[in-house]
Structures are given as structure tokens and as C-alpha cells.
């Protein structure tokens, strides 16, 4: 099945700088590849997804990109905002089809003002 | 549309007892996901169905738990009898076409 690695498990940023997130994978049949956003206590949710046959997609302050040869994909914030501060989970899958979505273990974002 | 819906939001149960979780997916979604989600393992995919007919269960832990889908919007997932190891938050996911997917607010289930 799959496996997804997800690192680094807790990043603190100044505000207003940029932060990375990097997740690795490891079924090549997989093609979907979503990011959530966990704060405390609340549910995952959605915040920028990409599939296999784009190499990179933003939304404002948000990017996703992904390397399907090494396997790899990150997620990039920029102007980072105190809100921005949660848990940040990557998830591959293949989407479409069978098999459910396998998700990294979090990374904990802090932004410090 | 409300979202996914999930009830109760939490339960504190004593072990060996039955605890039922239940899970209203997004109407017209045909994927629905039940996921456990702890501090050590993070979330872990239990098992998912897909027009209401279940595809995998091979992350149920053990016999203990089963889920069902008697129709296209209602999902629920036992556990029986229930231990402390079971303690974590359990979230209900549905999907179209197994694409974003929409979680539930999760349940928060405390054995003792």
C-alpha cells in the first residue's frame, strides 16, 4: 500500500516569511495529492489539491508543487499570517478510483509575530 | 448543504461496552471514509464504501469494529466491546469520485 512521509513535523516561521512543507510517496499509481489544515480541535480541511498531470498549482498565498519522478510534492506559504498557525497534512491517493487517501503525519506550523 | 454530519460529538464509555459512531455524508457524494485520527499513529483509513457497498476494510483494526452503509445517506461504524486502546477521534469523510474530500466535525470517543 501506500506510504506517505511528510517532514518536517513542526515548523516555526516569523511572520511574514515563507514556509515549506516536503511529503514523499511511495506508490507511482497514485495521482492525487491534497493538503488539509488542522486547527486545534477542529476538522481537517481541504485547502489546495493537485493532481498528476499539473506540476504545480496556487491559490493567493498558497502553492502546491509536485515532482512525480522523485515522488515528492510541497506545499509553499508565503506572507505567512498568525491564522496560517495549524497542523498542515498531506495526503496521496489515486483518485478516481480505488483505494482511499493515505496521509502524512502533520506538520505543526507556528508563525511567530 | 450542511456537510458531513457526525453524532455524538463525544462519548466517554466504560471498557466493553458497544459505542455506535454515525456519519451523514454530503447528499450526491458516492465515497464515504472512516478515518481514526490519534497523537501516535495519526489518521489512520479504517475503511471506505462506495455507493453504499464497502471496497476495503483492511485498516479495521480488529474484529471488535465493524461499519455499515444501509443507504446513501447514513454511515455507521461499532465497536464491541470497546477498549481503552480504542480512545481517539474518529472522522467521517465523503467524497465525489473519490476526490476532496469533506470531513465531519469527528467524534471524540474516550474509553475508560
Known amino acids: 500500500g501506500e506510504n506517505v512521509e511528510q517532514h518536517p513535523s513542526t515548523l516555526s516561521v516569523q511572520e511574514g516569511d515563507s514556509a515549506v512543507i516536503k511529503c514523499t510517496y511511495s506508490?507511482?499509481?497514485?495521482?492525487?495529492f491534497p493538503w488539509y489544515k488542522q486547527e486545534l480541535g477542529k476538522r481537517p480541511q481541504l485547502i489546495i489539491d493537485?493532481?498528476?498531470?499539473?506540476g504545480e498549482k496556487k491559490d493567493q498565498r498558497i502553492a502546491v508543487t509536485l515532482n512525480k519522478t522523485a515522488k515528492h510534492f510541497s506545499l509553499h506559504i508565503t506572507e505567512t499570517q498568525p491564522e496560517d498557525s495549524a497542523v498542515y497534512f498531506c495526503?496521496?491517493?489515486?483518485?478516481?478510483?480505488?483505494?482511499?487517501?493515505?496521509f502524512g503525519k502533520g506538520t505543526h506550523l507556528i508563525i511567530q509575530p | 448543504d450542511a456537510g458531513v454530519i457526525q453524532s455524538p460529538r463525544h462519548e466517554v464509555t466504560e471498557m466493553g461496552q458497544e459505542v455506535t459512531l454515525r456519519c451523514k455524508p454530503i447528499?450526491?457524494?458516492?465515497?464515504l471514509f472512516w478515518y481514526r485520527q490519534t497523537m501516535m499513529r495519526g489518521l489512520e483509513l479504517l475503511i471506505y464504501?462506495?455507493?453504499?457497498?464497502?471496497?476495503?476494510d483492511s485498516g479495521m483494526p480488529e474484529d471488535r469494529f465493524s461499519a455499515k452503509m444501509p443507504n446513501a445517506s447514513f454511515s455507521t461504524l461499532k465497536i464491541q466491546p470497546s477498549e481503552p486502546r480504542d480512545s481517539a477521534v474518529y472522522f467521517c469523510?465523503?467524497?465525489?469520485?473519490?476526490?476532496?474530500?469533506?470531513f465531519g466535525s469527528g467524534t471524540r470517543l474516550t474509553v475508560v
Open positions: 469523510a465523503s467524497s465525489y469520485s473519490n476526490y476532496g474530500y469533506t
Open positions: 506508490d507511482s499509481a497514485s495521482n492525487y
Open positions: 493537485i493532481r498528476s498531470n499539473v
Open positions: 495526503a496521496a491517493g489515486p483518485g478516481g478510483g480505488a483505494d482511499g487517501l493515505t
Open positions: 447528499s450526491g457524494h458516492d465515497y
Open positions: 464504501f462506495n455507493n453504499n457497498v464497502p471496497i476495503d
